[in-house]
């Protein structure tokens, strides 16, 4: 069976610096997809960023980017200049080819000080 | 595209009552996603619709829940006999039916047991 573990369930930093959150994977498949989601206070589940198994480069969206270490099984989501908006709950989260299930970890606690 | 839509937002109800809620995805997407999420965990996976085909339910599910989708368009959750422990958020997602879709989620239905 899958499963997703965040190892951090809050950190803080200061507005504008850089921020790294990470999440370990477990899977005996060979493709599959990993997600960043974001869920701000009372919001709705956002998508982040995403990453296909099969492809070597790390994700990126404007601020932010991943480190994908498929032979590890890590997964991690950096943010650059971050922003207060960017307070919310991070869940990192697997999918399978073989099935459409989304595995979740238990989320990451984010809070942007000004 | 107005989003994945649910309703209501918040309900509250006393144990033992029925409860009903209703989700419209968007309007292109023929996977639809039920989950349910507690506070400070990530969401749970409940059930998983293709179309209107229910492909997949959680094991986890008790007997008491059942989902539709009977045109293939919004579904359905109902909670029968509801009892304390089903309080949670209930979250519904849709996604094209492509192997790396991403989930878009809705605000969710927020179930108040007492």
């Known amino acids: 069976a899958q499963t997703v573990t965040q190892s951090q369930p809050e950190m803080s930093v200061q507005e504008a610096e850089t921020v790294t959150l990470s999440c370990t994977y477990d899977?005996?498949?060979?493709?599959?997809?990993l997600f960043w989601y974001k869920q701000p206070p009372s919001r709705q589940m956002i998508l982040v960023i995403r990453?296909?198994?099969?492809k070597q480069q790390n994700a990126t969206e404007n601020r932010f980017s991943v480190n994908f270490q498929k032979a590890a099984k890590s997964f991690s989501l950096k943010i650059s200049d971050s922003q207060l908006g960017d307070t919310a709950m991070y869940f990192c989260?697997?999918?399978?080819?073989?099935?459409?299930?989304?595995?979740w970890g238990a989320g990451t606690k984010l809070i942007i000080k000004p | 595209d107005t989003g994945v839509s649910q309703d209501p937002r918040h309900k509250i109800t006393k144990r033992g009552q029925n409860v009903t809620f209703r989700c419209d995805p968007i309007s292109e997407h023929n996977r639809l996603y039920w989950y349910r999420q507690t506070l400070g965990q990530g969401p749970e996976f409940l059930t998983y619709f293709q179309n209107e085909a229910q492909l997949e339910k959680s094991r986890l599910l008790s007997d008491r829940f059942s989902a539709e989708r009977p045109k293939g368009s919004f579904s359905t959750l109902e909670i029968q006999r509801t009892e304390q422990g089903d309080s949670a958020m209930y979250l519904c997602?849709?996604?094209?039916?492509?192997?790396?879709?991403?989930?878009?989620f809705g605000n969710g239905t927020r179930l108040t047991v007492t």
């Open positions: 990453q296909e198994a099969y």
């Open positions: 899977t005996s498949e060979n493709n599959y997809y």
């Open positions: 997602a849709s996604s094209l039916a492509m192997d790396n879709s991403p989930l878009h």
């Open positions: 989260a697997f999918m399978s080819d073989s099935n459409y299930q989304l595995i």
